[in-house]
Every structure is written in structure tokens, then in C-alpha cells.
């Protein structure tokens, strides 16, 4: 794995929901190498080189997951330090639903199944339906269109708000729902399964002017996704700022080589340097951070990075804080020219 690459492992067992966890992560992050590794069983997990590994669990670990997540555990990047790992209960949207039952679903509530896996595997694990998360991004105006016909088909019989007998399996839903074209079933199947059309088409019923931008932040907010989003764009932030810290500590020894030598040009070193305190990475904590960017407020988070390099208890932390306080006083001076030269 080169000086600029970085990476996330996606892992599991066979049929976990790594795939789908996998694409979510590759539409949306750039310049980052998403890697699934599927866990076989009863072969030892080969340690794997990443920056953030997301460990897919289902609702019971076996023996497998464990032995796999404690391999994970020991694994490093180039003798670096061990990358983050955070787990992942997957499908979580199916876990606390019932078919033909009215009940919204949602991957929080599948909470307490998450904690469980936790215990079971001695790592955080967070309950996460992958696939309404690429819904919320892939749902296009037709398949609005479709759901919306779905929902008014029954929507003055003032019956249950799922009643129909196709909402208790794929198999009847395709055969059934006819108000809509097969093609159009399928696609809604793959796209959001049984429980999120159950979902889509109660929301229509009591909201029938709801909007695809609407529809698409329903399927977000109720996939979880945005612990994971935040999760592992932290840890790559945090890996990048590791790797700035190094290389600027041996770009520091230089300099000071190159003018205890007689040779140095100290202007142009200190140049060198504070062009080097920028990490060009898309993930870094002022890109994604929501609402205006203010000198102020870059300067509030570098007193923080400040305070964690003070504090660090490993030198790893403390090159990452140190990189971080350094990038965001850069950004601050950056703003503040920008300023005047406006
Ligand atoms: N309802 C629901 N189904 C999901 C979710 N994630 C994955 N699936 C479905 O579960 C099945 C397996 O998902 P994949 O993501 O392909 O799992 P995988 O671990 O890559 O599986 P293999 O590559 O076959 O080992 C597919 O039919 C997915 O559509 C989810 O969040 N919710
Ligand atoms: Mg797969």
C-alpha cells in the first residue's frame, strides 16, 4: 500500500452484507480503495493492511466472527499503528420488522440486537441497513411514481396501513402488487426490499406530497449510515494527519540538517513547511464539517488538536494531533488572507 493510498477494509462472513456495505462506501467516498475480504470458516483471517477495517456482523457472531475479528485486531498498516475497527450489524432494517406488520422499520431499532453482537465480539458494533442508504442516494422520480401508486390504491379504504397480503413476502409482492409493472416490483425489491416499500408507501399515506429529496432523507435517517459516514471519514482523517505528522518530522530533520550544515536557506525551508501543513485529503475535518467556516471556528478546533498532542499517550496520537493543529492553523491563515484580499 503506497504513501498515498488509503484504505478500507470491508469484512465479514459469506452473505453478510458486505458487498452492499462495500458499494455504499465506494459511491461515496473518493480517492479512498474500499477492499472486501470475506471471512472463511475455520480458515484464520490473513492479517490485512488498511487505515479503517468495518467488521459486518449478523444479529448472533459464531465462532468464526470472533476468531476473525480478533485477527483483525492485531493487523497494522506497514508496522504502523493498528488501524481503527469498529463493527457493523448489518440488514439492520430487517431485524425488528414483521411482515404485513404496520410498524415503521428502522435500523435503530435494532439497538439491542447491535449491543449483543458488541459483547459477543468485544467491539462497538452499530446496527446499519446498507442497502436503504444506497436507496436514499438511487431512488429516481419513477420510482416515486410507483410508490406513490402503490399508496393511493387503498388510501381511502381506512384499513390497516399495510393490509394487503403482498406485504408478507418477496414472492407475493412480485406476483400481487399489481397496481404497479413487474419490472417495476423487481426493482423496487432490489432497491429497498420488502420492509423499506413498507416504509416508502406508509410514509406516502400519511404524507401523499412527500418529495424524492424527502423520501431519500427518510431512507437515510432510517438506515443509520451517518455513524459510519462520520466513523470512517474520521478515522481516514485521522490516518492522513498520522502520515503528515511523519513525514513532516523527517522533512523538520532535514532543514535543520541542511542549516547546521552551512547549506541551508532558511526562508525557503520554512516555506516548505507551511506548505506542507495543508493535508489535501477530501475528508479533512473543515471539508465535511456542516455550516460557514469561520477563522474563529478553525481556530477553535486547532486548540483542541493543540490540547490532544499535549495529551496524547502515544506518539502515533501525537504526530496525528500535532498534523491536525498544524493543517488547521494553515486553514485559518488561508481564510484570514482570503479575507483581506477580498
Ligand atoms: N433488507 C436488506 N437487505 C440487505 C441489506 N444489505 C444487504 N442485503 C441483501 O442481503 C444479500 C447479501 O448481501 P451482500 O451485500 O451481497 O452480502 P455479501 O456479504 O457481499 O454476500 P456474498 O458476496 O454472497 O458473500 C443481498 O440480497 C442484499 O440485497 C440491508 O441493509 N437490508
Ligand atoms: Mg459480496
Known amino acids: 500500500m503506497g504513501e498515498d493510498t488509503y484504505r ?4 465479514g462472513c459469506a452473505g453478510s452484507g458486505v458487498s452492499t456495505l462495500a458499494n455504499y462506501l465506494g459511491e461515496t467516498l473518493t480517492g479512498v480503495e474500499i477492499r472486501e475480504v470475506t471471512i472463511g470458516i475455520g480458515t484464520p483471517c490473513a492479517p490485512v493492511q488498511a487505515d479503517a477495517i468495518v467488521y459486518v456482523s449478523t444479529a448472533y457472531p459464531r465462532e468464526e466472527d470472533r476468531r476473525a475479528v480478533s485477527g483483525l485486531r492485531e493487523g497494522g498498516r506497514d508496522g ?6 469498529l463493527g457493523v450489524l448489518a440488514r439492520a432494517d430487517l431485524l425488528e420488522w414483521t411482515p404485513g406488520s404496520p410498524q415503521a422499520v428502522s435500523a435503530a431499532a435494532a439497538r439491542p440486537h447491535a449491543d449483543l453482537a458488541g459483547l459477543a465480539l468485544t467491539i462497538g458494533v452499530v446496527p446499519v441497513s446498507a442497502l436503504l442508504a444506497r436507496a436514499s442516494r438511487s431512488l429516481t422520480m419513477s420510482d416515486m411514481e410507483s410508490l406513490r401508486r402503490m399508496a393511493s390504491s387503498r388510501a381511502d379504504q381506512g384499513r390497516a396501513r399495510l393490509g394487503e397480503v403482498w406485504w408478507y413476502s418477496a414472492g ?5 402488487a399489481v397496481s404497479i409493472e413487474r419490472s417495476q416490483r423487481e426493482r423496487l425489491l432490489g ?3 420488502l420492509p423499506g416499500i413498507g ?4 410514509a406516502l399515506r400519511d404524507s401523499p406530497e412527500m418529495t424524492l429529496d424527502e423520501m431519500g432523507e427518510l431512507m437515510r435517517e432510517t438506515s443509520g449510515i451517518a455513524v459510519i459516514d462520520t466513523w470512517v471519514r474520521d478515522s481516514l482523517w485521522d490516518a492522513a494527519a498520522a502520515r503528515a505528522g511523519g513525514a513532516r518530522i523527517s522533512l523538520e530533520r532535514r532543514i535543520v540538517q541542511e542549516l547546521a550544515a552551512g547549506r541551508g ?4 525551508g520554512i516555506r516548505m513547511l507551511r506548505r506542507s501543513a495543508l493535508l489535501g485529503v477530501p475528508w479533512a475535518a473543515e471539508r ?8 474563529s471556528s478553525v481556530l477553535e478546533w486547532a486548540a483542541v488538536a493543540r490540547r490532544e498532542a499535549a495529551s496524547a499517550r502515544t506518539s502515533h496520537q501525537a504526530h496525528a494531533a500535532l498534523a491536525r493543529y498544524r493543517h488547521l492553523l494553515a486553514v485559518a491563515e488561508n481564510i484570514m488572507t482570503d479575507g483581506d484580499a477580498a
Open 191 to 193: 432497491l429497498l426490499d
Open 288 to 295: 465535511v464539517a456542516a455550516g460557514a467556516i469561520t477563522r
Open 8 to 11: 478500507v477494509v470491508i469484512a
Open 199 to 202: 416504509l416508502a408507501v406508509s
Open 265 to 268: 536557506r532558511a526562508a525557503a
Open 172 to 176: 407475493l409482492f412480485t406476483e400481487r
Open 80 to 85: 504502523r499503528a493498528k488501524p481503527r475497527l
